[in-house]
């Protein structure tokens, strides 16, 4: 019997050790990628939507101009609230409690990604101008510039995905914020 209960406490050591290493490489990978997407997020606010706004050469008429007024300001919020999520992540200690946590508080915030899918269609559209080829040409980047139009979505849905593997390496039950949910179906993912 009591080889049985050390066989079964030694079971259970090696599984909480395994779900504090995976925990620990969900969290590395959401702090690397992190950065990136932090990084494509400023260039296609500085470098495309805010070079465009505030561009007399680039003829715009009242709904063109609208449109990126309205998306420089919702990647402005986004940039915010993912630095602003980047350094409560880095600065918190514990588990995928805690990860959850910082999710879940920032919540309401998340909503700006639901507003940004919303212009998706319409600016992929203006994106696909000789205009922003020329900036893509000039800034020696190979990726057309509606290409950064879906990755707030593509974001969010890995927010999803690396909120549950966190949650699935604790052993409290949290659920997922519903307002991933409702941006990932808006987007349609």
């Given at each position: 019997?009591?080889?049985?209960?050390?066989?079964?406490s030694t079971s259970q050591s090696v599984k909480a050790e395994k779900s504090t290493q995976?925990?620990?490489?969900?969290?590395?990978?959401?702090?690397?990628?992190?950065?990136?997407?932090?990084?494509?997020?400023?260039?296609?606010?500085d470098e495309l939507i805010q070079k465009a706004a505030t561009d007399e050469d680039f003829?715009?008429?009242?709904?063109?101009?609208?449109?990126?007024?309205?998306?420089?300001?919702?990647?402005?919020?986004?940039?915010?609230?993912?630095?602003?999520?980047?350094?409560?992540?880095?600065?918190?200690?514990?588990?995928?409690?805690?990860?959850?946590?910082?999710?879940?508080?920032?919540?309401?915030?998340?909503?700006?990604?639901?507003?940004?899918?919303?212009?998706?269609?319409?600016?992929?559209?203006?994106?696909?101008?000789?205009?922003?080829?020329?900036?893509?040409?000039?800034?020696?980047?190979?990726?057309?510039?509606?290409?950064?139009?879906?990755?707030?979505?593509?974001?969010?849905?890995?927010?999803?995905?690396?909120?549950?593997?966190?949650?699935?390496?604790?052993?409290?039950?949290?659920?997922?914020?519903?307002?991933?949910?409702?941006?990932?179906?808006a987007g349609r993912f």
């Amino acid at each position: 019997m009591t080889r049985l209960i050390e066989d079964i406490s030694t079971s259970q050591s090696v599984k909480a050790e395994k779900s504090t290493q995976k925990l620990y490489h969900i969290l590395k990978e959401f702090m690397d990628t992190e950065k990136v997407y932090i990084k494509s997020l400023e260039y296609f606010h500085d470098e495309l939507i805010q070079k465009a706004a505030t561009d007399e050469d680039f003829s715009l008429d009242i709904q063109v101009t609208e449109c990126l007024r309205t998306s420089q300001d919702l990647l402005y919020r986004m940039i915010q609230l993912n630095k602003n999520l980047n350094t409560q992540v880095r600065n918190s200690s514990g588990g995928g409690l805690k990860f959850a946590r910082i999710f879940t508080s920032l919540g309401k915030d998340f909503e700006v990604y639901t507003e940004f899918i919303k212009l998706q269609s319409e600016l992929e559209g203006i994106l696909s101008q000789d205009y922003f080829k020329d900036i893509q040409s000039l800034n020696s980047d190979p990726l057309p510039a509606e290409s950064y139009v879906c990755k707030p979505m593509q974001r969010l849905c890995k927010y999803k995905l690396l909120f549950e593997d966190a949650l699935s390496n604790t052993n409290q039950v949290f659920e997922v914020p519903t307002i991933t949910e409702r941006s990932c179906r808006a987007g349609r993912f």
